[in-house]
Nanobody, 116 residues
Framework: QVQLVESGGGLVQPGGSLRLSCEAS????????MYWYRQAPGKERELVAH????????GYADSVKVRFTISRDNAKKTVYLQMNSLKPEDTAVYYC?????????WGQGTQVTVSS
């Protein structure tokens, strides 16, 4: 059974940093591209970053380029999102996502709040 479990969210001041983690199970992690999405109150869910299985290719939303870094540890079956220089507009629930054998899988989400 595929499971994605996020952790690492919290309250942080503007300019601060957080590292989110998503631990995966139930599939061959290293074969799949992993994604981070976020959803702010009243807004649609948006793609933040993605990283291919081998780690050879990444992509970022324009709003987070330079500030966020996606990475993975295939031995630990975990994908990370390092978030630096956080802004109030980064406040959202952050979700880990994978598409496995034609099906969509989401984690439960972790809340990130950027506020002074």
């Amino acid at each position: 059974q595929v499971q994605l479990v996020e952790s690492g969210g919290g309250l942080v001041q503007p300019g601060g940093s957080l590292r989110l983690s998503c631990e995966a199970s139930g599939f061959t992690f290293s074969r799949y591209t992993m994604y981070w999405y976020r959803q702010a109150p009243g807004k649609e869910r948006e793609l933040v970053a993605h990283l291919t299985g081998t780690g050879g290719s990444t992509g970022y939303a324009d709003s987070v380029k330079v500030r966020f870094t996606i990475s993975r540890d295939n031995a630990k079956k975990t994908v990370y999102l390092q978030m630096n220089s956080l802004k109030p507009e980064d406040t959202a629930v952050y979700y880990c996502y994978a598409r496995i054998s034609g099906r969509d899988y989401w984690g439960q989400g972790t809340q990130v709040t950027v506020s002074s």
